[in-house]
């Protein structure tokens, strides 16, 4: 009987069909999952046998490329738009399929008006976050406010360098309470005794814009208020009157789901 080598876990698969526990157990992911990329078109329907649902090879490779194109920062609508194919194949279909949706360096600068080196000083200091296609990094369409606002701040008399310096800063730091906040997730939210993953991304698809209004809008208020305290025993109130008649303190923050 043949057999096919190189699964998660070093599992043989025989060419016989399999049932979808049998996939979850060699794949690593959980029925509810298998189902879920079903429903969204990212994985072909098995057959049937009966009320049998029967899986084949295909299905175990096809779920190995989807856990590799999620790793490399693509979205689960983006790889939905793809058939089954080979790994580098399907790369670089996939970055066709974004390509209006994803920029090059050069067309971020173009975009937002500023030189090309500027983008990949960003870049270099995990301001920007790109995703890497075939050796080149793209960026998302965000990019562009992103280099603008910089732009906007250093022409307000910012040095670049010192405010390249400090967003690097900052950027380290969020990483660190990122994986704080990952585990704290991971410890405490739970969806019920199955496991269900359908559950797990409704309460994710809830509280990621929560979370991220929260975060900002605390940054903004703390940012206010530390202004508004280093001025208050100083001659310089412009920046206090400012920001007094800004009502900074009460910025919202918009963040939802498209």
């Not at 049998?52 to 856990?67: D, F, N, W």
């Not at 399929?97 to 983008?119: F, I, K, M, Q, Y």
């Not at 530390?226 to 008649?245: F, G, M, N, P, Q």
Request: negative net charge.
């Amino acid at each position: 009987m043949a057999a096919a080598t190189g699964l998660p876990g070093g599992d043989p698969l025989t060419v016989e069909p399999l049932t979808v526990d049998r996939v979850a157990a060699i794949s690593g992911l959980g029925v509810d999952t298998i189902r879920y990329y079903q429903r969204l078109g990212l994985l072909e329907a098995p057959a049937r046998k009966g009320r049998r649902a029967l899986y084949s090879q295909a299905h175990l490779e096809r779920l190995a490329e989807i856990r590799h194109l999620a790793d490399e920062g693509f979205s689960l609508s983006q790889i939905a738009t793809l058939g089954a194919s080979s790994r580098s194949g399907t790369l670089g279909r996939l970055a066709d399929a974004t390509s209006s949706n994803r920029l090059t360096r050069h067309e971020v600068a173009d975009l937002a008006c500023v030189p090309e080196g500027l983008v990949s000083l960003l870049s270099d200091n995990g301001i920007l976050e790109p995703i890497t296609v075939d050796g080149e990094p793209l960026y998302d369409e965000s990019a562009v406010p992103m280099v603008r606002a910089g732009l906007a701040i250093s022409a307000a008399g910012v040095p670049l360098d010192e405010l390249v310096a400090l967003a690097a800063d900052h950027s380290a730091n969020v990483d660190q309470v990122v994986d704080r906040a990952i585990a704290l997730f991971e410890d405490h939210i739970t969806v019920g005794t199955d496991g269900s993953d359908d559950a797990l991304v409704d309460v994710v698809r809830s509280l990621l814009p929560a979370v991220t209004r929260l975060v900002a809008q605390h940054f903004n208020r703390t940012l206010v208020n530390r202004a508004l305290d280093r001025v208050a025993d100083s001659d310089r109130r412009t920046l206090a009157d400012a920001l007094a008649a800004a009502d900074a303190d009460r910025l919202e923050v918009i963040c939802r789901w498209p």
